[in-house]
């Protein structure tokens, strides 16, 4: 979720679900080693529980990374090893290290030595020509080995060539039935299944056979999906979130950012789905489409957008 799911969309997030652990985009050790830490890794408190998700290959700055990481007050530590791009690959990390189980083993050793919160990975089913279960079962055991206890798994192979970003998230054929294998294969790992799940029936579903649901894309262009989550999947007593209530919270925080200087397309870009399938919500996209990226647009264009809906603040 590269650019997608920055501080402004995971703490929107937030008012649609407590329970649920929201993961930060994918950042390079690079960035945080040899850029500006602060400008990456800073969110609201209002975003607990949240995990980094790290991006890299050298067990000792994946190590500093995850301790500064920690000290930021991040809730776990993920290594991503799922990511194809092309990008990802030239820099060795991503669904590239799935054919160096060993080194990213030790990644997880050298991570687990730095920090007391949970590192965690997530990874594909296989790569390119590896077929069936075995590498993917291989993998897992050679990582777990190091103490990861937590793998989150996308249920599509990646190809590291010939496929685009966006095509290894359709092309590839989805194969719950590997990560369900996972899960009866190392029930004492915690396994997580990621890849075109839609909606919380399709969690629900999946809850039968895995410890936990990772839903990336369908959430963020729909994500009032996320308001049963809470009581659905959590057996939470309180009332699911009232769309009004979170959106003038919203507002809240669009106004405070804005009055910091953070431009408004940055915060209004999130949220295009908010309203998926309801009268106005096109009317509602396309005002903050069009009005909000314009350098001095005002939260007013918010405020404008919010009354196509039907909601007044």
């Known amino acids: 979720m590269l650019d997608w799911t920055d501080r402004h969309a995971r703490y929107f997030f937030r008012l649609l679900t407590r329970k649920t652990l929201l993961y930060s985009e994918m950042v390079t050790t690079g960035a945080i080693l040899y850029g500006d830490p602060e400008r990456h890794l800073a969110f609201n408190s209002a975003e607990h529980p949240v995990a980094l ?34 990008r990802v690959q030239s820099g060795r990390f991503g669904a590239c290290l799935m054919a160096e189980p060993q080194l990213v083993a030790e990644c997880v ?43 989150i798994v996308h249920a599509r192979k990646a190809w590291l060539s010939g496929l685009s970003p966006k095509e290894n998230r359709e092309i590839p054929p ?30 629900e579903v999946q809850l039968a056979q895995v410890d936990g649901v990772m839903i ?8 009032f999906l996320l308001c049963e989550a ?21 507002m809240d925080y669009v106004q405070a950012e804005w009055d910091k200087g953070t431009p408004l397309h940055a915060m209004t870009r999130h949220i295009l789905g908010a309203f998926h399938g309801q009268p106005g919500a096109r009317a509602f996209r396309r005002l903050l489409s069009e009005q909000a990226p314009p350098k001095g647009s005002t939260p007013e264009v918010l405020r404008k957008a919010l009354q196509q809906v039907g909601i007044e603040l």
Not at 71 to 84: A, K, M, S, T
Not at 174 to 203: C, M, S, W
């Open 53 to 86: 998700q790290l991006g890299g290959s050298d067990p000792r700055e994946l190590a500093e990374c995850s301790r500064i990481g920690a000290q930021f007050g991040y809730d776990e530590i993920n290594l991503n090893v799922g990511c194809p791009s092309d």
């Open 109 to 151: 050793a050298a991570m687990r030595e730095a920090v007391t919160v949970p590192v965690t990975i997530k990874s594909r089913i296989g790569i390119d020509h590896q077929e069936g279960y075995e590498p993917l079962a291989s993998f897992v055991e050679q990582v777990s080995a190091a103490g990861c206890e937590v793998f």
């Open 174 to 203: 989805l194969r719950y039935e590997l990560v369900h294998q996972l899960k009866q294969d190392f029930p004492h790992l915690t396994i997580i299944i990621n890849g075109g799940l839609r909606n919380l029936d399709e969690a």
């Open 230 to 250: 809470d009581r659905r999947l959590y057996g939470s007593p309180l009332p699911d979130p009232d769309p009004r209530a979170v959106m003038r919270t919203w």
């Open 216 to 223: 990336g894309r369908a959430a963020y262009e729909n994500p």
